[in-house]
């Protein structure tokens, strides 16, 4: 168990809607990140937060989007979904800004219909 | 343009074998290069790292190689067994202890240890 607490762990839902993903980092961690896996893509970085401010941009769509609240977690929003969103979407912290391990957690498998 | 490039994409080793996974990067910014293991239905979790002022790192089992002037680095997983089946990625970042610290990753290597 890495720490990192990822809700809600599966989500199934139609092209065009909303949904938003939450991410609760390690006691400690001012650093979270978010990535997206995908068979075709691989683990690609999409966003990183740091003590409440945007720090890094990946490939991340005009479509989603993130923030970091005052207690640190982070929730990322995806919208007009479509079909080829369906992936597993990490989110990983660290202490550190830059350079320390991050331990990622358990995912949230998103499923387009 | 893919920065890091992991090959190979699977690999079968026999139980008590030499597993070994490498990885070559363009970017000579990157100054952080971690290995993660992913079991499948969980997150990836750290290895172990290696910075490029050292050119080999161990730790129990696993062992980092690192060629700075080729822009390599390997993985090699000594007496491997079959709990050490899972995926395996390569990463890169740059600016390492500077603003931000977004992991570039290897494709993933998919390892089978055979008992």
């Known amino acids: 168990d890495s720490g990192v607490t990822q809700t809600p762990k599966h989500l199934i839902t139609a092209t065009g809607q909303r949904v938003t993903l939450r991410c609760s980092p390690r006691?400690?961690?001012?650093?979270v990140y978010w990535y997206q896996q995908s068979l075709d893509q691989g683990l690609q970085f999409l966003i990183q937060y740091y003590n409440g401010e945007e720090r890094a941009k990946g490939n991340i769509l005009e479509r989603f989007s993130a923030q970091q609240f005052p207690d640190l977690h982070s929730e990322l929003n995806l919208s007009s979904l479509e079909l080829g969103d369906s992936a597993l979407y990490f989110c990983?912290?660290?202490?550190?800004?830059?350079?320390?391990?991050?331990?990622f957690g358990p995912g949230t498998r998103l499923l387009v219909l | 343009q893919q920065q890091v490039k992991q090959s190979p994409q699977s690999l079968i080793v026999q139980k008590g074998g030499i597993s070994i996974i490498n990885c070559a990067y363009e970017?000579?910014?990157?100054?952080?290069f971690p290995w993660y293991q992913q079991f499948p239905g969980k997150g990836p979790a750290l290895l172990i790292a290696?910075?490029?002022?050292?050119s080999e790192k161990k730790e129990g089992r696993f062992t980092i190689s690192f060629n700075k002037s080729a822009k390599q680095f390997s993985l090699h997983i000594m007496d491997s067994q079959p709990g050490d089946s899972a995926t395996y990625f390569c990463?890169?970042?740059?600016?390492?202890?500077?603003?931000?610290?977004?992991?570039?990753f290897g494709k993933g290597t998919k390892l089978s240890v055979k008992p």
């Open positions: 970017n000579t910014a990157f100054d952080y």
């Open positions: 006691s400690g961690d001012l650093s």
């Open positions: 990463a890169a970042s740059k600016d390492y202890g500077g603003s931000q610290g977004n992991l570039i």
């Open positions: 290696i910075r490029p002022d050292v």
């Open positions: 990983a912290s660290s202490v550190v800004l830059a350079g320390g391990t991050q331990y």
